[in-house]
């Protein structure tokens, strides 16, 4: 299959008009991370949310100018909204005072008002969370928010790994998500009574995401703020690995409740998920609790336990940085096949011994979240 030119697409984008500016959307700076492979392309439109029911028809035309190329298979265009920046007052000085000098920073204005703004309905928002990639924490993601569903709670999960995100192949998902009130608000999907929302579900699963750090915060924002999620008690957000801009944003944009950490029993796990324990006490994120996954391996056939990874390590962990051990889940086929059908576990075996694992660190993590603060204000973070 040819591979579409890039140029190929910044010329039939070029046709398309930017309403407010009156330029193209090319020349009016709107479209970045362009994606090209095979016959899928995928690009980012960078637009202003009062445009309104503006947004989506931007949106439609130019997935149809570039529909209109020859060879292609698939276009996505994902909307990142962005407000510009307000402008700063004017300095004023006293008499005396050195001029050029900045004035001291303090709080941002409006960062609670924007918060709220983000997920309103939703009275707890857990992160699930670890320091690097390869733990199962997307596994442990969905598999806690079906545990907690089974507690009776109603439940939203957002996968907030913009570069690999992992729900549509773990929920089975192929359609995309369908607008609401003139196309501005999306619908979640629902699988197994969970609300979900992932930007996998709006480009193509081989589509790589070549996007800065403002275009993900953006996302993440749009995936909170544009989606009808409803009343729900609690969401669970699978975040990506490491410690970068989706992290940041999640700390100060939304009032997250608590965070939950996944990690393997060996060393090497362990240090990078201490790292990601002291990103969300900076942020001050309460941490809700570890969770050792991986933690032995039960033979499918003869039920022989082997402690591959070694054993213990996360619940030592937790004991010597003072949070909670949550409990620990095996390395075992079923779970992993399950996953990878897109039928997790809990779902798939809601009576078995891998779900009612799951369910019972569904369980502490639900007390801690009921018995915990429930109006904590959104944290800021100051560089200094």
Known sequence: MAEIDRAAVQGALAAVRDPTSGKDVVSAGLIDGIATRGGHVQFAIKVDPAMGAGIEKLRQACEAAVRAIPGLQSVTAVMTAEKPPARAPAPHHHAGQRTGRPAPSGPAQGGDAQAALLAPGVKHIVAVASGKGGVGKSTTAVNLALGLAALGRKVGLLDADIYGPSMPRMLKVTEKPTPKEGGRILLPIERHGLKTMSIGYLVAEETPMIWRGPMV???????????????????IVDMPPGTG?????????????????????????????RKGLQMFRKTAVPVLGFVENMSY???????????IFGHGGARQEAEKLGVPFLGEVPLHLDIRTHSDSGDPIVAAKPDGEHARIYRDIAARVWAALDGGEQSRPAPRIVIR
């Open 217 to 235: 915060q953006s996302a993440l924002e749009q995936m909170l703020r544009d989606v009808d999620w409803g009343p729900l008690d609690v969401m």
């Open 245 to 273: 801009d989706a992290q940041l944003t999640m700390a100060q944009k939304v009032k997250l409740a608590g965070a939950v950490i996944v990690s393997t029993p060996q060393d090497i796990a362990l240090i990078d998920a």
């Open 297 to 307: 391996f039960l033979c499918p056939h003869c039920g022989e336990r082997s402690e």
